[in-house]
């Protein structure tokens, strides 16, 4: 099957390819609507602090308007920050074969035109955040500065997904931060692991790029890594199964979680396994994947809570 015209080159066969309207689609590919994993990589942690505020309140399930709101400004912030992201390095995407058939550098869209889609989305997210209390609007407010700074990373140092992981994970703090209108240790416990598992699951990510990234003086984790990847990815990863594991603990989660974090360990130790840098479908399938081991924590959460207020 040949490429739908103006189609991004690793996201081809998506409903925005086959379903939108034409005009839309070029700002629908901005916002990475074809390919909304990391949408779900930002939600995630959003979902896993709203749980855990529920165990840590000895409540029976978390608030169902917070979690729609999550997911709604999810979508909405990744959006925008991708569409920042692709205004920056417009540039830069021209000359990486998997980046330049973004609308930017295709020529679907121009600068304007997608500041203007910026905005928009970022209002969207705002209009979100305000239905938080006040606490929670200013802790959203701060993230915006590291999201901002998060494109010129990977020109000055092997460690941008350090700033992802800053801003990825910032929903760990969020939804503890709208049940209780303050920041405690469990919440600064899965923050701290969450930015681990961002870290790793991200340079599984940038090994799709690393020959690209090379020439063009691109830095990454995933170049800095190279052959000790594997060994890299177990130390990410099982730090951030201690910090998200201490952060259940210390909310006084039981042994239902801790089956569900031995489960979302185990995910992730498949994965190390499985990984061959040298396979780009490989990395991009198993970086996929993280939204699997991502829900299998929430569930976790879930389930702890209710079963405790149950017994």
């Given amino acids: 099957m040949s490429p739908v015209a103006g189609s991004v080159a690793d996201a081809t066969g998506n409903w925005v390819d086959t379903l939108a309207p034409a005009w839309s689609r070029p700002y629908l590919r901005l916002a990475r609507l074809d390919r909304p994993i990391g949408s779900w990589l930002l939600l995630l942690p959003c979902w896993w602090s709203s749980a855990l505020a529920v165990v840590a309140g000895q409540k029976m399930a978390p608030n169902v308007v917070h979690l729609a709101l999550f997911f709604?400004?999810?979508?909405?912030?990744?959006?925008?920050?991708?569409?920042?992201?692709?205004?920056?390095?417009?540039?830069?995407?021209?000359?990486?074969?998997?980046?330049?058939?973004?609308?930017?550098?295709?020529?679907q869209v121009s600068v304007l035109q997608a500041g203007g889609f910026l905005v928009a989305q970022a209002l969207v997210g705002l209009a979100v955040l305000l239905s938080f209390n006040t606490f929670t609007?200013?802790?959203?407010?701060?993230?915006?500065?590291?999201?901002?700074?998060?494109?010129?990373?990977k020109r000055i140092t092997y460690w941008p997904q350090i700033v992802l992981g800053l801003a990825f994970s910032w929903g760990a703090l969020i939804g503890w931060a709208a049940a209780f209108g303050r920041l405690d240790a469990p919440a600064l416990l899965l923050y701290a692991g969450s930015i681990a598992w961002v870290i790793g699951y991200d340079t599984i990510y940038a090994h799709q790029d690393r020959e690209d990234d090379a020439l063009i003086g691109i830095k990454s984790t995933a170049l800095l890594f190279g052959e000790r990847t594997k060994p890299m990815l177990a130390l990410f990863y099982a730090l951030a199964v201690i910090l998200i594991g201490a952060a259940g603990f210390a909310a006084g989660a039981g042994p239902i979680f801790a089956v569900f974090l031995l489960g979302f360990a185990a995910h992730l130790a498949w994965q190390i396994v499985r990984l061959n840098i040298a396979?780009?479908?490989?990395?991009?399938?198993?970086?996929?994947?993280?939204?699997?081991?991502?829900?299998?924590?929430?569930?976790?959460?879930?389930?702890?809570?209710?079963?405790?207020?149950?017994?």
């Fill in 72 to 107: 709604v400004g999810a979508f909405a912030m990744r959006g925008a920050g991708c569409t920042w992201n692709d205004i920056v390095d417009r540039d830069l995407d021209r000359s990486v074969e998997r980046t330049r058939s973004r609308p930017i550098p295709s020529g």
């Fill in 137 to 153: 609007i200013a802790l959203g407010i701060a993230s915006l500065a590291i999201v901002a700074i998060y494109p010129f990373m």
């Fill in 279 to 311: 396979d780009p479908d490989r990395c991009l399938a198993l970086f996929k994947s993280d939204r699997d081991a991502g829900l299998i924590l929430f569930a976790g959460l879930l389930l702890d809570a209710a079963l405790h207020r149950l017994v």
